[in-house]
């Protein structure tokens, strides 16, 4: 057994029977991906539109492929005919950006909105409020071509998991409240993308049902 198989069975050991696993796999070759295919792993993120059409073309087409980094509304295009989850919805304008080129091929695409929690500052993403707000005016038949199928969310790189959980208990409740009330009537709303190597069992225990895992597979990045 490969150290790649051997890190993929371990963690999909540790995780419950719901809980969906992504191999993030940026920044790391070709062979690298093949090797985890290999070892059964079917679903990968990446987060750089021109690293990820390089590697969807050259690797199997059964692929699941998963985008988790920030997009630009420019490249929205590039990966909307086969993307499988964009993890990284962070404005309305990217929403409509990806429902315009997603009419325009006749595909729906699952999304994700990403809602920032972190003590960190960052450019991105949607607070808790303002995810809540868009979503109360939101109407899915405006926007046909994408499913908002649930949130994503970081947590503070801190080696407090006090803290650490305190925050994914923040995304959990958010996406439950959400659940049960503007985005109740859509079946598909139903992901809590949050955890990554350092933190997934924390959120596991938080209620995560997709975890984002790169390091804790392949080993660190070559940057
Ligand atoms: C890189 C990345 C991950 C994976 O991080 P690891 O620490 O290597 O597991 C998860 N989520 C997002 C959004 C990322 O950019």
Redesign the pocket.
Known sequence: MTFIAQRLSEIRRSLPDNVKLVA?S?YHPLETLQEAYDAGQRCF?E?RVQELQVKHDFLPKDIEWHF??HLQTNKVRYIVPYVSLI??VDSERLLQVIEKQAARIERTVDCLLEVHVAREDSKYGFTPEECSDFLSRYAPEECPHVRICGIMG?ASHTDDDVQVAAEFATLKELFDRLRAGSMGACAYFSVLSMG???DYRIAVGQGSTLV?????IFGE?QV
């Open positions: 993030v940026k993120g987060s988790i980094g993890h990284s970081m990554m190597s350092h984002r895992i790169g390091t804790d990045r």
